[in-house]
C-alpha cells in the first residue's frame, strides 16, 4: 500500500514495469489553494510491491488526471494547458497545446502511434513520432517532430483551428 497519495487517480507504467507512476490530484478537490497536481512514481520489486516512492513530476497548470507512456518511457499526461510530455528521468520535454482542458489521453491507432486527447468538450488525435508501450507499429527515434491533423470529420476542412464541441480526427 502506498500512503504518499492524497487523492490517487490516473495509473500506468513504465514500459518494462519496473516502475509503476500514479497520479496525486488533490488539488482538484480543494476551494483553498492547496492540494497535489503531481505524478508519484514507485519502483516495483519482485512483481508486488512498491518502494522507494518520489515525486516524478508536477503538473501545471491543471492536474495529470490521465496519462499515457511510450515506447520510450516518456509520459504524456493531461494538463490545464494540454498534454505535457515528461522524460523517464521526469524532465519536462515539451506541450502538445490543446485549445481546453484535458481530461486523459490514451495512445491507438494501426501502428499505435496516434495520441487520442479527451478535453473538456471535443476529442483530439494527433499523429507522433513514437508508439504507446503497449502499442503496435514502428515509429522510431529520430523521426519528425508531431505533425497535428486537424480535419474535422467529414467535413473536408484541413488545416481550420479546432472548435470546441467538436470531434476532430
Do not use: K
Not at 518520489?54 to 491543471?62: C, H, I, K
Not at 508508439?131 to 497535428?148: L, M, N
Request: proline share 8%; hydrophobic share 40%.
Amino acid at each position: 500500500m502506498a500512503d504518499s497519495l492524497e487523492e490517487p487517480n490516473g495509473i500506468g507504467f513504465s514500459p518494462d514495469e519496473s516502475v509503476l507512476y500514479v497520479s496525486d490530484t488533490s488539488a482538484v478537490l480543494r476551494t483553498d489553494g492547496t492540494g497535489n497536481h503531481r505524478i508519484v512514481a514507485f519502483d516495483v520489486v519482485e512483481g508486488r510491491r512498491l518502494a522507494r516512492p518520489r515525486v516524478f513530476a508536477e503538473v501545471s497548470p491543471g492536474v495529470p488526471d490521465g496519462f499515457a507512456v511510450d515506447v520510450g518511457g516518456n509520459v504524456f499526461t493531461s494538463a490545464g494547458d494540454g498534454v505535457q510530455v515528461f522524460a523517464p528521468d521526469g524532465a519536462r520535454l515539451g506541450t502538445i497545446p490543446v485549445p481546453e482542458r484535458v481530461g486523459n489521453c490514451a495512445f491507438g491507432g494501426p501502428a499505435g502511434s496516434t495520441l487520442f486527447i479527451a478535453a473538456t468538450t471535443s476529442l483530439y488525435a494527433i499523429d507522433l513520432a513514437t508508439r504507446g508501450a503497449a502499442g503496435a507499429g514502428a515509429a522510431g527515434a529520430g523521426a519528425p517532430p508531431p505533425r497535428v491533423r486537424r480535419r474535422r470529420r467529414g467535413s473536408g476542412t484541413v488545416g481550420a483551428p479546432p472548435r470546441r464541441g467538436a470531434v476532430w480526427w
